[in-house]
């Protein structure tokens, strides 16, 4: 008598187990491609660098279409001093302030990234990327988190981009498209 382990039933299953692995292998070898850049199909346009006080906080650079003004953009702050995710959010709060008066909206997204913006030290950088109406933040390849609540990323980006901007001089600076 068989025993179940040993039964042919049991073979028959094992083989086709092992043929599965057999035929999967292959497929599992090939390469995986890269996750799509960030910045694809986006093109370099202007930089400059955000000062208070006379002390250099950041240096922001742009990349868009073929408009500097609308989605899809990316905007990357290299950052020059030690700032905590706290003090990020605070002053871009108060900043969207300029564009955005219900202020329950304001609180809201102020959690929302809180949950996203990490301290950072001189040489970090976070990568700010508004596609379809949606924020998404990198910091280096790592997503940090993305922000999708209606017009937060318009008023985001608006920080820098809007003609309200309280940096006139960097907005002017990252929607000067370089030559060559």
């Keep these: 008598m068989w025993s179940s382990s040993n039964s042919p039933t049991a073979e028959l299953a094992r083989r086709r187990a092992l043929l599965r692995v057999l035929v999967l292998l292959p497929v599992l070898a090939l390469p ?7 910045l694809e199909g ?17 240096s922001a650079t742009l990349w868009a279409g073929s408009d500097p003004q609308r989605p899809p953009l990316a ?35 102020g959690e929302q990234m ?7 030290e001189p040489g970090d950088h976070i990568l700010g990327v508004y596609r379809s109406g949606i924020a998404y933040f ?6 940090l988190g993305e922000i999708a609540a209606p017009g937060f ?6 920080i820098w981009l809007d003609s309200r901007s309280s940096a006139p001089e960097l907005r002017a600076a990252l929607l000067s498209r370089p030559a060559g």
């Design 32 to 38: 995986v491609p890269a996750a799509a850049s960030p």
């Design 42 to 58: 986006l093109s370099r346009w202007g930089s400059g660098d955000f000062r208070r006080f006379g002390f250099l906080i950041y």
């Design 75 to 109: 905007l990357r702050l290299d950052y020059k001093r030690s700032i905590s995710g706290a003090a990020i959010v605070d002053a871009s709060v108060r900043e969207m302030r300029r564009f955005v008066s219900d202020s329950q909206r304001l609180q809201a997204w």
């Design 114 to 120: 809180r949950q996203v913006f990490p301290d950072v």
């Design 138 to 143: 990198y910091q280096g390849e790592r997503l």
């Design 153 to 158: 990323a318009a008023a985001f980006f608006a």
